[in-house]
C-alpha cells in the first residue's frame, strides 16, 4: 500500500542577505536625535528625502540641508541633549509668549481636564494647524528652543521670505546645481516645503523658487 504524502507548510529559512548599508542607517535620523557633522553637533528636524536630512546647528542655531551620510552618531548624553537659549537673547514679549505657549502644549500633551486641541489654541490665538506644528517640534526638541523664533524674520504679512528659509532655498539650489545644470523647479520644491514646515515658517511658492533657480543658472560659476 501507497503511504499518502502529507502536504506540509513549507519551512521558513530566514533570510541571510544583509541590508543595504544605506538603508540601515537612515531608520536612526529621527527627528531631535543629535549628531556630529565635521566635528560640529547638530540636531536632526526632518527628513528631506531618502539621502538628506534637516539639520539645526548647536553652536548657533543654523539650519542646514545636508547629505545623511556626512552624519557620525554622538554617543553617551550629548546625544540627547539640547541647547537651550537665555531670555536675554530675546525681547520680553517673546520670551514669555514662548512660556506661554510651553505651559499650554504641556497641559495638552498630558490630556489634562479641558486642555484640547481647540480650546488651547484659541487660549493661544492660534489656528489648530499651526498648534500642531508646535506641538510636533516641541515633541522633537523637548526644550522651549521649539516656541522661540529662530532669527528675526519680516513682520507678520510681509511678502518676504524668512532670512532662513531665503537662505536654505540659495544652499540648496547651489547644491542642485553643481550636480546637475539639468535640475528643475519640481526637484526643488518639494524639498523646500518640507523644510519650511519643519521650521513651521510660511513655504516658499512655486513661483518663488521658480525666480530664484533662473538667477542661480545666470551664474555660470555655479554651473558644473
Given at each position: 500500500?501507497?503511504?499518502r504524502?502529507?502536504?506540509r507548510?513549507?519551512?521558513?529559512e530566514p533570510?541571510t542577505?544583509?541590508l543595504?548599508?544605506?538603508?540601515?542607517?537612515?531608520?536612526?535620523?529621527?527627528?531631535?536625535?543629535?549628531?556630529r557633522?565635521?566635528?560640529?553637533v547638530?540636531?536632526v528636524?526632518?527628513?528631506?528625502?531618502?539621502?538628506r536630512v534637516?539639520?539645526?546647528?548647536?553652536?548657533?542655531?543654523?539650519?542646514?540641508?545636508?547629505?545623511?551620510?556626512r552624519?557620525?552618531?554622538i554617543?553617551g548624553?550629548?546625544?540627547?541633549?539640547h541647547?537651550?537659549?537665555s531670555?536675554?537673547?530675546?525681547?520680553?514679549?517673546?520670551?514669555?509668549r514662548?512660556?506661554?505657549?510651553?505651559?499650554?502644549?504641556?497641559?495638552l500633551?498630558?490630556?489634562?481636564?479641558g486642555?484640547?486641541?481647540?480650546?488651547?489654541?484659541?487660549a493661544l490665538?492660534?489656528?489648530?494647524?499651526?498648534?500642531?506644528?508646535?506641538v510636533?517640534?516641541?515633541?522633537?526638541l523637548t526644550?522651549?528652543?521649539?516656541?522661540?523664533?529662530?532669527?528675526?524674520?519680516?513682520v507678520?504679512g510681509s511678502?518676504?521670505l524668512?532670512?532662513e528659509?531665503?537662505?536654505?532655498?540659495?544652499?540648496?539650489?547651489v547644491?542642485?546645481?553643481?550636480?546637475?545644470?539639468?535640475?528643475?523647479?519640481?526637484?526643488?520644491?518639494p524639498i523646500?516645503?518640507e523644510a519650511?514646515?519643519?521650521?513651521?515658517?510660511r513655504?516658499?511658492?512655486?513661483a518663488?523658487?521658480?525666480?530664484?533657480?533662473?538667477?542661480?543658472r545666470?551664474?555660470?560659476?555655479l554651473?558644473?
Amino acid at each position: 500500500m501507497k503511504r499518502r504524502s502529507i502536504d506540509r507548510e513549507p519551512r521558513f529559512e530566514p533570510s541571510t542577505r544583509e541590508l543595504p548599508k544605506r538603508a540601515a542607517r537612515i531608520i536612526g535620523y529621527q527627528p531631535g536625535s543629535r549628531w556630529r557633522l565635521d566635528g560640529a553637533v547638530v540636531t536632526v528636524l526632518a527628513a528631506m528625502s531618502v539621502e538628506r536630512v534637516l539639520v539645526r546647528h548647536a553652536s548657533d542655531a543654523r539650519t542646514e540641508i545636508v547629505m545623511a551620510s556626512r552624519l557620525v552618531p554622538i554617543e553617551g548624553a550629548e546625544a540627547t541633549g539640547h541647547r537651550q537659549r537665555s531670555a536675554a537673547d530675546y525681547a520680553p514679549s517673546v520670551w514669555f509668549r514662548a512660556l506661554e505657549e510651553q505651559v499650554q502644549v504641556k497641559r495638552l500633551l498630558a490630556r489634562q481636564p479641558g486642555a484640547t486641541t481647540a480650546r488651547v489654541a484659541r487660549a493661544l490665538k492660534l489656528s489648530e494647524r499651526q498648534l500642531r506644528r508646535k506641538v510636533c517640534r516641541y515633541t522633537e526638541l523637548t526644550t522651549l528652543d521649539a516656541f522661540l523664533p529662530l532669527r528675526p524674520g519680516p513682520v507678520p504679512g510681509s511678502t518676504h521670505l524668512h532670512p532662513e528659509l531665503e537662505r536654505l532655498i540659495h544652499e540648496e539650489i547651489v547644491h542642485s546645481l553643481s550636480i546637475s545644470a539639468d535640475i528643475g523647479v519640481d526637484d526643488l520644491l518639494p524639498i523646500l516645503i518640507e523644510a519650511a514646515k519643519a521650521l513651521d515658517l510660511r513655504p516658499p511658492s512655486r513661483a518663488t523658487v521658480s525666480r530664484r533657480l533662473r538667477q542661480a543658472r545666470r551664474r555660470t560659476d555655479l554651473l558644473p
